[in-house]
């Protein structure tokens, strides 16, 4: 995708990942609506982007209001004219000290509100225009190396998101016309505020969960520079690749996970002269055509 000139809407961009990926986009000259739910966070990154030549406004939005960013892509669009390109990004992450089996129902609502309904918010509301534009653009969805088989403990809940998002968005390619298309974006570890991101959480935090907040502030602390994997994310959809990646480490955890998958299928269902007969996508395709012969 050649991306000179072209204008994009970054959902959480006020800091880490997002601000990363929206620095990059400038440096690639192009036009920006920084995004976020905080403001001031927006407007300092726009700034940013303008400081080093670039054109950027900052919006306020709250992703999880599906009305709200109705109203960003009207603020992209009535100060553009045009975009070609959304990459929802907006994330966030809540540690259960107890695990998933002991995780609050107010932490899961609030990630799958975020990170994944948010997402479908951006997809739906931006999908649906570039549908209609007729012209080439392209959506980008922040999952992360757990939608790809990492497992941390005590994120049940923010793996599950991730995972989510990624099926999400590999059925919404086999739907798009050709002119939009889409790619995941599925970082490993990356310095960021994700640790904190329990500040635009609905209630407050827990107090026992304070020092686990602190943990993963040094951890994350040393993760990848948000601008470096910024610069490899846009350089993922410039490729047009469906999946973008950033870290070496991040291939023996899918390579793990096909591995088990390989060994389920070896040990339980093994190939059967006949099985193509369960086979769902041909199954449909033949209910299909028994369909439209009996309409003809």
């Known amino acids: 995708m050649q991306l000179e000139g072209e204008i994009a809407v970054v ?50 939005c709250d992703v999880r209001d599906l009305a709200c960013v109705e109203a960003l892509a009207d603020a992209a669009w009535d100060r ?5 390109i959304i990459w929802n990004n907006a994330g966030v992450a809540v540690t259960s000290a107890g695990g998933v089996i002991d995780g609050d129902p107010v932490d899961l ?14 997809c ?29 403990p005590g994120q049940g809940f923010y793996t599950a998101s991730k995972h989510a998002l990624l099926g999400l968005s590999d059925v919404i390619r086999h739907e798009l016309p050709e ?20 500040r635009n959480r609905p209630t407050p935090i827990a107090p026992e969960l304070a020092p686990v907040a602190e943990v993963a502030k040094a951890v994350i602390g040393q993760g990848m520079p948000a601008v470096d994997a910024g610069r490899k994310a846009v350089a993922g959809l410039a490729a047009e690749e469906f999946l973008i990646v950033t870290h070496p480490t991040s291939r023996g955890v899918a390579e793990r996970r096909f ?11 093994p190939y059967e002269e006949g099985c193509e007969r369960y086979d769902v996508n041909a199954v449909a395709a033949s209910v299909m055509a028994q369909l439209e012969e009996a309409q003809a």
């Open 80 to 84: 553009y004219g045009d975009v070609s």
């Open 179 to 198: 002119h939009v298309g889409i790619s995941v974006f599925c970082p490993g570890l990356v310095e960021s505020e994700l640790w904190n991101a329990a």
């Open 109 to 122: 609502e609030w990630v799958l509100s975020v990170n994944l309904v948010g997402a479908w918010n951006g």
């Open 124 to 152: 739906s509301v931006f999908g649906k225009r570039f549908v209609e534009r007729g012209a080439p653009a392209w959506i980008v969805n922040t999952a992360s190396e757990h939608a790809l088989g990492f497992v941390h």
């Open 11 to 60: 959902t959480g961009a006020g800091a880490g990942v997002g601000r990363g990926i929206a620095l990059a986009l400038g440096e690639r000259q192009v036009k920006v609506v920084v995004a976020d739910i905080e403001a001031d966070r927006a407007e300092a990154v726009a700034q940013e982007i303008y400081d080093h030549g670039g054109d950027a406004i900052g919006v306020a």
């Open 259 to 269: 591995e088990e998958i390989a060994k389920a299928f070896d040990s339980q269902a």
